[in-house]
């Protein structure tokens, strides 16, 4: 049996990895093995401000350009100093909206995610369209395949509602999304993609309140959403979105 493994079957006897990944992979660190699965972080794209400007004050969104930028990389960094450099942590950023916001803003964002893939040492993987992220979650790419490498981890930082991912949100239409993942498309998803008591989490709003529920219904892995809104404006002190509200809690579906 390969070394890596002893530790993580202790991993699976114990019971850490349905506790946290956090528990689970510091044991493989301090064991000196390497991590269970691909780590997938998924970022979606940020409004332009000519659009939310129209918007009422308090429902406008995305001041800053980055929000989904920096808060995927504060989680990326956790990962690599949980797991180090064996971990295999996949980054899939929605290029347009990045793209668009740059040329509003009159500055290079691209170059800036790549400066946070150069640091982080992940895999970048832009996309367009909501059927490369599908395909990639099936398939894998770059040397990965999901015979030999399940998703162990899958993170979502973006606009989000109760039924999907909003990757373009304000971004071509006012208050509207050109580029989402719906809960009907993970019906998409083929069996067998993610590792044994994967770990999934959106960092969005309201995705608790449904799409948690129909992510566990078509990949038996469950992930933990919001109910009510999430809050990027404090990742600037390198800390992650936290619930909008009181009342707002994370749940597990």
């Known amino acids: ?4 493994l002893r530790p993580l079957l202790l991993a699976f ?3 850490l990895l349905s506790v946290s990944p956090a528990q689970a992979l510091d044991l493989l660190k301090k064991e000196g093995g390497a991590p269970a699965g691909e ?3 998924l970022s979606g794209g940020p409004a332009l401000r000519e659009w939310e400007n129209l918007r009422p004050e308090q429902v406008r969104h995305d001041r800053w350009w980055g929000n989904f930028i920096r808060a995927a990389r504060i989680r990326m960094d956790q990962i690599r ?3 180090g450099d064996q ?3 996949t980054w899939l950023v929605y290029r347009t909206g990045y793209e668009l916001r740059s040329k ?5 964002h691209m170059a800036k995610i790549l400066s946070v893939q150069e640091k982080v040492k992940c895999r970048l993987v832009w996309f367009r369209e909501t059927d490369t992220v599908i395909d990639y979650l099936n398939n894998g790419g ?4 999901r015979a030999t490498t399940k998703i162990g981890n899958f993170e979502y930082f973006g606009h989000s509602n109760k039924y999907c991912f909003t990757f373009d949100y304000s971004g071509e239409v006012l208050g509207a999304s050109k580029v989402f993942l719906h809960q009907d498309d993970l019906k998409r998803l083929q069996p067998g993609i993610f590792a044994s008591r994967a770990y999934a989490k959106s960092w969005g709003c309201y995705t608790g309140e449904a799409m948690s529920a129909a992510f566990y219904a078509q990949t038996r892995v469950r992930m933990i959403g919001a109910r009510g809104k999430t809050d990027y404006s404090n990742c600037w002190k390198e800390t992650l979105p936290e619930l909008s509200t009181s009342s707002g809690r994370w749940v597990t579906r």
């Open 87 to 89: 971990a295999l942590i």
């Open 104 to 108: 509003e803003d009159g500055e290079d």
């Open 1 to 4: 049996m390969p070394s890596y």
């Open 142 to 145: 770059q040397g990965v395949s």
């Open 39 to 41: 780590f997938i972080i």
């Open 81 to 83: 100093a949980q797991h």
């Open 13 to 15: 006897g114990l019971g």
